[in-house]
């Protein structure tokens, strides 16, 4: 069964830093092309994040540029989500999500709460 | 692009048939998917390519449109369609959503 598990997710204090991860298993992400949504508490949800299967096409959506950097291991089929200067805006349920003609498999997600 | 859906909340009853709209600023050709969402869980796929049904999703969902104008219809409601749909362009690689339609039971 193809899964992806999220974790890393917890507590933190404004401005301060977090990675999350992605783990995939069931299938190899080497070809595939990934990415980050979030979805607030009570909230819709927001795409912040793609990257292709190598690496060399990563996007972000401008509520996250210049503070979130998406990476990849291919080799151990882990995705990665580093968050700089994080705001109490950016407390949220964080799923990873593969994409292909659309996002057809998800993780179950993980909450980031940013708070003093 | 920015995608518009309609109604923001609806209720209806099981056995309705039920339409929700979704309108992208611009084209966007047919690079548009549909997504259910209950409480505390990850969105599920639903439809891509705007008509396509994805793969173990029961024949009551359907999708159309093209360009700017979509709609996911759900032809007889069953009491586990009660949920949150959410539209998705994939025209470029900002894969925004729209706000979401939450649909409840009447």
């Known amino acids: 069964e193809e899964r992806l598990v999220e974790s890393g997710g917890g507590l933190i204090q404004p401005g301060a830093s977090l990675r999350l991860s992605c783990a995939a298993s069931?299938?190899?992400?080497?070809?595939?092309?990934m990415n980050w949504v979030r979805q607030a508490p009570g909230k819709g949800l927001e795409w912040i994040s793609y990257?292709?299967?190598?690496?060399?096409?990563?996007y972000y959506a401008d509520s996250v540029k210049g503070r979130f950097t998406i990476s990849r291991d291919n080799a151990k089929n882990l995705l990665y989500l580093q968050m700089n200067s994080l705001r109490g805006e950016d407390t949220a349920v964080y799923y990873c999500?593969?994409?292909?003609?659309?996002?057809?498999?998800w993780g179950q997600g993980t909450m980031v709460t940013v708070s003093s | 692009t920015q995608l518009t859906q309609s109604p923001s909340s609806l209720s209806a009853s099981v056995g309705d048939r039920v339409t929700i709209t979704c309108r992208a600023s611009?084209?966007?050709?047919?690079?548009l998917a549909w997504y259910q969402q209950k409480p505390g869980k990850a969105p599920r796929l639903l439809i891509y390519s705007a008509s396509t049904l994805q793969s173990g999703v029961p024949s009551r969902f359907s999708g159309s449109g093209s360009g700017t104008d979509f709609t996911l219809t759900i032809s007889s409601l069953q009491p586990e369609d009660f949920a949150t749909y959410y539209c998705?362009?994939?025209?470029?690689?900002?894969?925004?959503f729209g706000q979401g339609t939450k649909l409840e039971i009447k």
């Open positions: 990257i292709s299967s190598g690496g060399s096409a990563i």
């Open positions: 069931g299938f190899s992400i080497s070809s595939d092309e």
């Open positions: 611009q084209g966007i050709s047919n690079y």
């Open positions: 998705q362009q994939l025209n470029s690689y900002t894969y925004i």
């Open positions: 999500a593969r994409v292909e003609w659309a996002f057809d498999l």
